[in-house]
């Protein structure tokens, strides 16, 4: 538990040396639902440094362990981590099975917010598969979950899905209210991410207007990511690059270099408030 933590916390080598000494303690103590879920906690510290192949051996192991326990929430958890996996690998179909998977098992569990976090992943292998209208379901239906059951970390998720699909559609303005309010929520819950999700958002929302302001955010957005150890993916990345061109092409290279640089200097206060400026600046 406490590897996962750290995992959270953006530092997957500890995360991942305290789940390898988890698993060496259950097996000395032939605890066999220790092992599973040290197991699959090791799996995904491992998909986190990006040796995917191990990442899933070490939870398909996690997972036949569940099988063998006949533990629903187990098996669940694992075939979670399976999509987190293919995920990160861009593999958004498969993660889109182990998903559904997933929706069925805690669905019969009565897991509710299990359930909302199972069609918030959906509503994001949808973004990143250009399927607008189920992410606009899903996101819809997750964030009236996440409301109910007052998660924060939940509704920043769903607002920063929200403002994915406003960008999209051209509607920047709506965008930037949607990905403030995931920036709010970010600062005081949620994973390392989060924060640069928002901040990498909010600059597809300025770039073309403010350009300046869009290269200092992407440049702390980069660095936010960089501090929790994630990675973009490939509905960000598209945003990443229209944010880069759309500012370079109105600042020009050296001046949006060094834009980016200063937003990469803020530590992520000082990013967020840069961000929610009521009156922004430059």
């Known amino acids: 538990t406490l ?97 559904i998977d997933c929706l069925v098992i805690v669905r019969k569990l009565g897991d509710q917010e299990q359930v909302a976090w199972k069609l918030s992943n959906l509503a994001l292998v949808a973004l990143n598969l250009g399927n607008w209208a189920e992410a606009k379901a899903c996101t819809e239906e997750c964030f009236s979950m996440f409301r109910e059951l007052g998660s924060k970390y939940g509704q920043a998720t769903s607002y920063s899905h929200f403002g994915f699909l406003t960008l999209i559609d051209g509607n920047n303005q709506q965008a930037q209210s949607f990905f403030e309010r995931a920036l709010e929520l970010a600062r005081t ?26 290269a200092r955010l992407l440049g702390a957005a980069e660095a936010r990511l960089k501090a929790g150890a994630s990675y973009w993916d490939a509905v960000e990345m598209m945003c990443v690059g229209r944010v880069t061109a759309t500012a370079t092409a109105q600042l020009g290279e050296t001046a949006f270099a060094a834009a980016y640089e200063e937003g990469q200097a803020m530590i992520f206060e000082q990013a967020a408030d840069y961000a929610l400026e009521t009156e922004p600046s430059a």
């Open 189 to 214: 819950s949620g994973p390392v991410w989060l924060g640069a999700n928002a901040l990498m958002g909010l600059a597809g929302a300025a770039a073309g207007t403010q350009a300046q302001r869009a």
């Open 3 to 99: 590897g996962e933590s750290m995992r959270i916390l953006g530092d997957p080598a500890t995360a991942r040396s305290l789940a390898d000494e988890a698993v060496a303690l259950c097996r000395e103590q032939d605890d066999r639902w220790g092992l599973a879920y040290a197991l699959t906690n090791l799996g995904i510290a491992i998909r986190d440094q990006e040796d995917f192949a191990l990442a899933r051996s070490t939870i398909d192991d996690g997972v036949a362990l569940w099988q063998e326990l006949g533990d629903l929430w187990g098996l669940g958890l694992a075939t979670h981590r399976l999509g987190e996996v293919a995920l990160r690998q861009g593999d958004y179909e498969v993660a889109r099975r182990h998903f």
